[in-house]
């Protein structure tokens, strides 16, 4: 199959999206695998989706389906366990159930699914998106890999004694919640937030609520997306020209904020928690 080009569901205001909304979206081939992809936004700025793989099931590349994009990501799993495979370099991570994985740009990458018995769903945030140019268009562009490695040999007789090294030259970097950048945006604020990442393309992480909390309200130098991870999260837009002003999201949900616009959040349940996505750039009057 030649990779036809992703949907690119793009909205002019806020929106929720709720989970059974997202676009729904299959590539790959034989040589590559099949992937199913679920989109949840795909504006100017950003990109968010969500791909599953059956269990045991996993992606590659192939001519046609090549995995190398001029774009900053990252991936969340939120079912399962990835192992996720630079093919070129041999680098290789596991990221288990909460766990993150960053990379940049003109990065390759296979995923495959470690389960026997489940599917493997990972959200994925991608900046500068598609409609850039940055997928699909750019990988059709890049030297084909023809060999690839599942083993990083460079540490082979070295390991662990050259860890620093490793650091700094590995293009997978796992996070966990421990490795997260905690911060407050505002001190009067009960938002948490904790850095997945954050470059001059994509600032991405998790937002945690209380129950009862709320966030003051907010805004950024890009446009926001985020999916809701746990609990449920109501999100109020003061600006609104036109009802409905107040959403009610559950897990899986999603929500789009185009740059500049004003929002506030409020957890009902149980610690709320989301996934989110800024690009470019994540504070106010930066983008």
């Not at 590539?27 to 989109?39: M, Q």
């Not at 409905?244 to 506030?264: H, N």
Request: hydrophobic share 35%; proline share 7%.
């Amino acid at each position: 199959m030649i990779r036809r080009s992703s949907p690119r569901p793009e909205y002019d205001r806020a929106t929720a999206i709720g989970y059974d909304k997202a676009v729904l979206h299959l590539w790959g081939d034989e040589e590559s695998g099949y992937v199913g992809d679920r989109i949840y936004v795909s504006s100017g700025l950003i990109h968010l989706i969500e791909f599953s793989l059956r269990p045991r099931a996993r992606f590659t590349h192939s001519e046609d389906n090549r995995t190398i994009f001029a774009a900053d990501e990252v991936l969340h799993v939120t079912e399962g366990e990835m192992l996720l495979v630079n093919p070129e370099t041999g680098e290789a991570v596991l990221a288990r159930e909460g766990e993150s994985v960053f990379f940049r740009r003109d990065t390759w990458h296979h995923a495959v699914n470690r389960s026997n018995d489940r599917p493997l769903r990972v959200m994925e945030l991608f900046a500068p998106p598609p409609s850039t140019g940055a997928s699909s268009a750019y990988a059709r562009t890049q030297p084909y890999l023809s060999d690839w490695r599942y083993g990083d040999d460079r540490w082979l007789g070295r390991w662990p004694m050259d860890r620093a090294e490793r650091e700094n030259t590995r293009s997978f970097h796992l996070v966990r919640e421990p490795d997260l950048l905690w911060r407050v945006d505002d001190p009067e604020d009960d938002l948490l937030v904790g850095l997945v990442c954050s470059t001059e393309h994509l600032t991405a992480g998790r937002a945690r609520l209380l129950p009862g909390q709320s966030s003051l309200v907010r805004r950024h130098g890009g446009d926001l997306t985020f999916v809701v991870l746990s609990g449920e999260i109501a999100v109020f837009l003061p600006d609104a020209a036109e009802p409905p002003s107040w959403f009610e999201l559950g897990v899986g949900d999603g929500f789009y904020v185009p740059r500049g616009a004003r929002y506030q959040l409020f957890g009902h349940s149980s610690r709320s928690e989301v996934l989110f996505g800024v690009a470019p750039t994540y504070l106010p009057g930066e983008g």
